[in-house]
């Protein structure tokens, strides 16, 4: 069984910094990218940022500038330092893993999400 867990959410004033992590345990194999995607109640899922294997990353404009990701495969991690959050900002985060399992080449295991909140 594979479980991926998000952390590093919270409450956090306009302008504040929050990194976020993600740790893949159980029968995970030869991880591919690792992503951050977020959402609103309401609202369709997001794409926030990716980093691959060979360590290319890639940012939506949204965050440009603002959020960086970078990965350490080996402890099957992935993280996401958030500067400069704006309350637009605010959703449920997840991060997601491509990557092969026992039985399937390519295979999306999700987390269960971490709440950040900007707000005064």
């Known amino acids: 069984q594979v479980q991926v867990e998000e952390s590093g959410g919270g409450l956090v004033q306009p302008g504040g910094s929050l990194r976020l992590s993600c740790v893949g345990s159980?029968?995970?194999?030869?991880?591919?990218?690792m992503s951050w995607f977020r959402q609103t109640p309401g609202n369709q899922r997001e794409w926030v940022a990716t980093?691959?294997?060979?360590?290319?990353?890639a940012v939506a404009d949204s965050v440009n500038g603002r959020f960086t990701i970078s990965g350490d495969n080996p402890k099957n991690t992935v993280y996401l330092q958030m500067h400069n959050l704006q309350p637009d900002d605010t959703a449920v985060y997840y991060c997601?893993?491509?990557?092969?399992?026992?039985?399937?080449?390519?295979?999306?295991?999700w987390g269960q999400g971490t709440q950040v909140t900007v707000s005064s």
């Open positions: 997601r893993f491509r990557a092969r399992s026992r039985t399937i080449d390519n295979y999306y295991y």
């Open positions: 159980g029968d995970i194999f030869s991880i591919y990218a």
């Open positions: 980093v691959t294997s060979d360590g290319t990353t």
